[in-house]
C-alpha cells in the first residue's frame, strides 16, 4: 500500500455490515472524523453480494482465523454448493452447462442475506430524509404468492387484487374488504385480544379458512401463536405500503441487497470518512477497561469510541454465543416457479408445514440486475430448524423439477443469528458491536438499532440530516471552506 | 422540471493525487485548486452543455476519496455512461496501476461504458509517461485517449465536451448502456405509484 492510513479518528468502525454503514454515514455527515476499515476486500461482511465465482470460493475458504482480529461464532455455516447441470455441453446446445454459467458470473448478484423495503417504512423514509436514495434504485416486488391447499395462489394485497382475483368468492371479497377498511380506520377495538392470537382474531371475525390463510400467512406474516395486536401491527405495516412505489408494498435493490451498506459508505466517505477495505487488522489496544485504538498492520490507530460488526470482535467479548440460525438456500433456476408473459419479481411467503418453520422465498429474474437473460435467482430464507437442506425440502420438491422450472445450480448455508444476544455483556464501554443480518423481511430493524447505537455514543446529535444536493452546494471563490459548505446546506435545508 | 433533453452519468477513477477533482472543478466552475475542505460533502457536480443545439446535462461523479486505499463501492460503477481513467503524466506508479483500475471496470461497470484515458499535468515539466506510450495504452484497450492540464485548462474543456458528443451519438444511434428503459422517479415529497415492472429511484 503506498498510503499510510492517518493515526487519529473521533471513531473507528470496523466491518461495513448494514448496521456499522449506517452509523459511519451518521457519524461522517455531523463532521466526526471517521475511519471505517473492514479485513474483508468486499463491502457488506454478512450483508454482502457476490458474483457466481465469488459465493464459490466464499464456501471453500477454510474457517481459519490468522492472527487477525475476529471470531468464529458468527461465521457463516453448513456452506453446500451443487451443481445440477453437466459441467459442458456440445457447442450447439442451448442447455446451459457450469461452463456457461460461470462465463455469465459477474452479472450474477448474489445476496447473503436478501431484503426487501416496506415502500413507507423508516427504511425508505430514511432513504429519502438522509437523501441517500440517490446511490441506489428500486424495483417493486411485482406479486405475492402463496401456498395453498398444494398450490401457490396470488394473495391479493390491494382493494383492485381482491376484486380482481378470481380465486376468492365475492362474499370473500367483501369480508376481505371490511377487514382492511376496518384496520385502516383504527376504529377497531383490540383490547379483549390482549392475550389471544392473531388467528383467533381472524376466526372470531368469521373469516373463511382462505382467507385466515391469506391474512395470517401471507399479509401478516404471522405463525399460528402470533399474539393478535402483533398480527394486527403486521398487517397495517403492509396495508400502509401500498400504493406508493407499486403493486404490492415491497421494493428490492437492483443489483442486490448488498448495494445498501455501499450506499451508506458512500455518504459516509462523501462526508470525509476514510475507507479502507482489505486491511489488516491485528488487534485491539485496550487499557483496562478503556478503548484506545486499533493496531492495522505495523500501525496503531486511536480513536475515542470503536464500533463493530461482532463477528470481528475478539472472542471474549462475546459471553453468548448464537442460540439460533437463519437458514438459507439460493438457486439458479431457468423458469420462473409461476410463469407468465412479463417478467415479475415475486414474494412467496410459504406457511409453516409439517414442523417447519415458514419461509420467504424470493424470485429475481434479470431485470433485478441479479443475474443473466432467461434465468432466475431464488432465495429461501427461514428461521433454522434442522439445516438449511432439510428445512427447505418440502419446499424444493413442490416447486422444483420435471415439468416445471429446473434447478440449475444451488448453495445452501446457515448465518448464526447475533440479533437476540446481548453483545454489551463483555466489552469494554467505549465499543459496541453490531448484530449481523436477522429474519425481519426488511432493514426497518437495523435502521433503529443503528440509530439508537448512534445516539448512544453521541448524544444530542442529528441521526442523518439531509445531505445536500450538489445543486445547493454554492462554492464562493477559490477557497471555500469547510464551515461555509456546511452552512449552505443547513440553510437549503430549512428553505424546504 | 429541469430544461435539458439528456442526463448523462460521468464518473472518474484513477489513483489518488492524479487531478480527478481538479478536473471536475476545472470544468464545472472553472476553478483551480479547487481548495480541500470545499469537497466535503460534494457528491456529485453538474454541468449542462450545448451539443447541436440540444442541451445536455452532464452528472460528473467523482470517487469521495475512496480509491485512496482501494475501496471504491461497486454501486459507484453502476449506471454510469462514461468512466474516465486518469493518470499523472509526471508519476509513473499512476500509470502502472492502470491495469488494476481497468479489471475493476470491467468487473462492475457496463460493458458499453464509453471509456476514457486522460494522462493529467501535462503543465509539469518532470514527466515520465511520454505521450505515445499512454496513447499506445488506451489503444490497446479500446479507449479514447486525451492528455490534460487541469491547472492551465488545457483540453479540459474538449474531454468533456468530446464524451457529451459522443455519448449523444450513442444515444441517437440507442447505443447506449440502457439503464433506465422503464425507471421510474419517486422523491418523497411527490409519491408516484409505477407500474409494477417499473425500477424506482428516489429522490
Known amino acids: ?496 | 422540471m429541469d430544461d435539458y433533453k439528456f442526463l448523462f452519468k460521468v464518473v472518474l477513477v484513477g489513483n489518488a493525487g492524479v487531478g480527478k477533482t481538479c478536473l471536475v472543478r476545472r470544468f464545472t466552475q472553472g476553478l483551480f485548486p479547487p481548495g480541500q475542505g470545499a469537497t466535503i460533502g460534494v457528491d456529485f457536480m453538474i454541468k449542462t452543455v450545448d451539443v447541436d443545439n440540444e442541451k445536455v446535462k452532464l452528472q460528473i461523479w467523482d470517487t469521495a476519496g475512496q480509491e485512496r486505499f482501494r475501496s471504491i463501492t461497486q454501486s459507484y460503477y453502476r449506471s454510469a455512461h462514461a468512466l474516465i481513467l486518469v493518470y499523472d503524466i509526471s508519476c509513473q506508479p499512476t500509470f502502472d496501476c492502470l491495469p488494476d483500475w481497468l479489471r475493476e471496470i470491467e468487473e462492475y461497470a457496463s460493458s458499453k461504458v464509453l471509456r476514457v484515458l486522460v494522462g493529467n499535468k501535462i503543465d509539469r515539466e518532470d514527466r515520465e509517461i511520454p505521450t505515445h506510450v499512454g496513447e499506445e495504452f488506451a489503444e490497446r484497450h479500446n479507449m479514447y485517449f486525451l492528455e490534460t492540464s487541469a491547472k492551465e485548462a488545457e483540453n479540459v474543456e474538449r474531454l468533456f465536451m468530446q464524451i457529451a458528443e459522443d455519448l449523444m451519438k450513442q444515444a441517437r444511434s440507442r447505443d447506449l448502456p440502457r439503464y433506465d428503459a422503464s425507471t421510474t422517479n419517486i422523491n418523497g415529497r411527490t409519491s408516484t405509484v409505477s407500474d409494477s415492472n417499473c425500477c424506482s429511484r428516489f429522490q
Open chain 1, 1 to 496: 500500500m503506498d498510503y499510510e492510513l492517518p493515526t487519529e479518528f473521533d471513531i473507528i468502525i470496523i466491518g461495513t455490515g448494514v448496521i456499522e454503514s449506517i452509523i459511519s454515514a451518521a457519524a461522517s455527515r455531523i463532521g466526526k472524523r471517521v475511519l471505517h476499515i473492514d479485513s474483508n476486500n468486499y463491502y457488506g461482511g454478512l450483508w454482502a453480494s457476490f458474483n457466481l465465482d465469488a459465493i464459490q470460493k466464499l464456501a471453500t475458504v477454510e474457517e481459519t482465523l490468522n492472527e487477525g482480529l475476529g471470531n468464529t461464532f458468527f461465521n457463516v455455516k453448513n456452506f453446500e454448493i451443487e451443481w445440477h447441470i453437466p459441467s459442458e455441453t456440445p457447442p450447439e446446445s442451448t442447455e446451459w452447462s457450469r461452463q456457461s454459467l460461470l462465463k455469465e458470473s459477474r452479472r450474477f448478484n448474489l445476496d447473503l442475506a436478501p431484503k426487501l423495503q416496506f415502500a413507507r417504512g423508516d427504511f425508505v423514509e430514511l432513504l429519502i430524509s438522509s437523501n441517500i436514495a440517490r446511490y441506489s434504485e428500486y424495483r417493486s416486488v411485482s406479486r405475492v404468492l402463496t401456498w395453498l391447499n398444494g398450490q401457490l395462489e396470488t394473495v391479493p394485497c390491494s382493494r383492485s387484487d381482491v376484486f380482481a382475483n378470481n380465486k376468492v368468492t365475492v362474499i370473500e371479497k367483501r369480508m376481505l374488504m371490511k377487514l382492511f377498511l376496518a384496520l385502516d380506520s383504527g376504529e377497531e377495538d383490540y383490547h379483549n385480544y390482549e392475550n389471544k392470537t392473531f388467528r383467533a382474531f381472524l376466526t372470531d371475525k368469521k373469516l373463511t379458512p382462505n382467507l385466515i390463510h391469506y391474512v395470517l400467512y401471507a399479509i401478516a406474516m404471522c405463525t399460528d401463536d402470533t399474539p393478535c395486536l402483533q398480527g394486527i401491527k403486521n398487517t397495517k405495516r403492509f396495508l400502509d405500503s401500498l400504493g406508493r412505489f407499486g403493486k404490492t408494498p415491497f421494493l428490492f435493490s437492483m443489483y442486490g441487497s448488498g448495494e445498501i451498506t455501499q450506499a451508506f459508505c458512500r455518504l459516509s466517505a462523501v462526508f470525509g470518512g476514510i475507507y479502507a477495505l482489505n486491511q489488516p487488522l491485528k488487534g485491539l489496544i485496550l487499557n483496562g477497561d478503556n478503548f484506545e485504538g486499533i493496531t492495522c498492520g505495523t500501525q496503531e490507530i486511536k480513536a475515542g469510541v470503536l464500533v463493530m460488526g461482532a463477528e470481528k470482535a475478539p472472542p471474549h467479548f462475546i459471553k453468548q454465543h448464537p442460540k439460533s440460525s437463519i437458514a438459507r438456500a439460493i438457486l439458479i433456476t431457468d423458469k420462473s416457479i409461476m410463469e407468465s408473459e412479463k417478467e415479475h419479481l415475486t414474494l412467496l411467503l410459504y406457511p409453516p408445514e409439517g414442523g417447519k418453520n415458514s419461509c420467504v422465498v424470493l424470485e429475481l429474474g434479470c431485470l433485478t440486475g441479479t443475474c443473466p437473460k432467461d434465468l432466475f435467482v431464488v432465495h429461501l430464507i427461514s428461521r433454522q430448524v434442522e439445516g438449511p437442506q432439510n428445512d427447505f425440502k418440502h419446499i424444493i420438491g413442490n416447486l422444483f423439477g420435471p415439468e416445471k422450472a429446473n434447478i440449475l445450480w444451488s448453495c445452501y448455508f446457515s448465518i448464526p443469528d447475533s440479533n437476540d444476544l446481548d453483545l454489551t455483556v463483555e466489552t469494554p464501554k467505549n465499543v459496541t458491536l453490531c448484530p449481523g443480518p436477522d429474519l425481519d423481511l426488511d432493514y426497518d430493524d437495523a435502521v433503529r438499532k443503528a440509530k439508537a447505537m448512534f445516539t448512544d455514543i453521541f448524544p444530542d446529535c442529528e441521526f442523518l440530516p439531509r445531505a445536500p444536493d450538489p445543486e445547493e452546494i454554492i462554492i464562493e471563490g477559490e477557497t471555500s471552506d469547510q464551515d461555509n459548505v456546511e452552512l449552505k446546506a443547513e440553510s437549503a435545508k430549512t428553505e424546504e
